[in-house]
């Protein structure tokens, strides 16, 4: 199994204004994958961040908007750029054990103004 | 397209009962299916999984069971507890991607 946390758990930001979250995993991983979880709607994947090369975006999403760093195996950081109402939700952070079971982190939710 | 719709989308029920979780899929070629609890203020966490070729699977008092063939699962929750109280959402793995596709998932409320 995997232990993940994240920071901060939650925020509230003013619409303009970018934040970025941790995720620091307790073993060393290939993959880290960031979802975003609207309200009443399903995980949806935004990225998926390997160690020493540029993050794959899905359809919808965009570096500009959605900055992913990953310096190490252990951690990786997704920014919310010039946020607006619209980015509210909760963003999870998630890697893949054994049987492709998938872990995830606390979630940070965000509320923006 | 991918999809995996579950019903109901909540469900409240008294302590000490039994309830029962439904999902429909239509992911293609499928290699997995797994139901996750989510409690409030928490990742999701992973209940059971199961593949083609098995019909049931349990966890405690969790019943997972699939019909690969309708492409339907369902999670029975026997004699259910308050700290039940969660979303419960089913995933579903293609053979053809490494991203899974998720269900909206179903809130239940478990009531002392």
New interface residues.
Partial sequence: SAV?SQKP?RDICQRGTSLTIQCQVDSQVTMMFWYRQQP??????IATANQGSEATY?SGFVIDKFPISRPNLTFSTLTVSNMSPEDSSIY?C?VRGS?????????T?LLVL | KNQVEQSPQSLIILEGKNCTLQCNYTVSPFSNLRWYKQDTGRGPVSLTIMTFSENTKSNGRYTATLDADTKQSSLHITASQLSDSASYICVVKSGGSYIPTFGRGTSLIVHP
Avoid: A, D, K
Avoid at chain 1, 40 to 45: A, M, R
């Fill in positions: 993940i758990s009443g709607q399903s995980l949806t994947l899905e999870l998630s049987q492709e079971t998938q872990y995830f982190g606390p979630g939710r």
